[in-house]
C-alpha cells in the first residue's frame, strides 16, 4: 500500500532553516508527482511545494518562492523541502502528498514551529 512518512520537523528561531523529507513507498515514486502541503491552526490546508516527476518542473506558493526548495531523489523514493529564512508564519503541520491512480494519499505529517 503507499505510504509516506515525513520527518525533519521541530522548533526553529526566525530565520533558521529545516530540512523535511518524505519518504514514500508502494509505488512506483519516479512516476509520479509529489506535493508539500502545511496547515496552520485555524487555517485551512494549503500547497507550499510541487515537483514533477523528473524533476524539471517545480510550482512554489507565493509566501515562500525564494526562500523554500523542493527537490526529490528517485534513488531513494524521497522528497525534500529545504526550509530558509523561516518565518513565524511558516509555523504549521507539513504533509507530503501524491496523488496514485487518481487517489490521494497523505503523510502523518511534521510539526514546524518558527518562534523565539
Known amino acids: 500500500q503507499v505510504q509516506l512518512v515525513e520527518s525533519g520537523g521541530g522548533l526553529v528561531q526566525p530565520g533558521g532553516s529545516l530540512r523535511l523529507s518524505c519518504a514514500a513507498s508502494?509505488?512506483?515514486?519516479?512516476?509520479?508527482?509529489l506535493s508539500w502541503y502545511r496547515q496552520a491552526p485555524g487555517k485551512e490546508r494549503e500547497l507550499v511545494a510541487r515537483?514533477?516527476?523528473?524533476?524539471?518542473?517545480?510550482t512554489y506558493a507565493d509566501s515562500v518562492k525564494g526562500r523554500f526548495t523542493i527537490s526529490r531523489d528517485n534513488a531513494k523514493n524521497t522528497v525534500y523541502l529545504q526550509m530558509n529564512s523561516l518565518e513565524p508564519e511558516d509555523t504549521a503541520v507539513y504533509y507530503c502528498?501524491?496523488?496514485?491512480?487518481?487517489?490521494?494519499?497523505w503523510g502523518q505529517g511534521t510539526q514546524v514551529t518558527v518562534s523565539s
Open positions: 502528498s501524491a496523488v496514485v491512480y487518481n487517489k490521494p494519499y
Open positions: 508502494g509505488f512506483t515514486f519516479s512516476y509520479y508527482t
Open positions: 515537483i514533477a516527476s523528473t524533476s524539471s518542473i517545480t
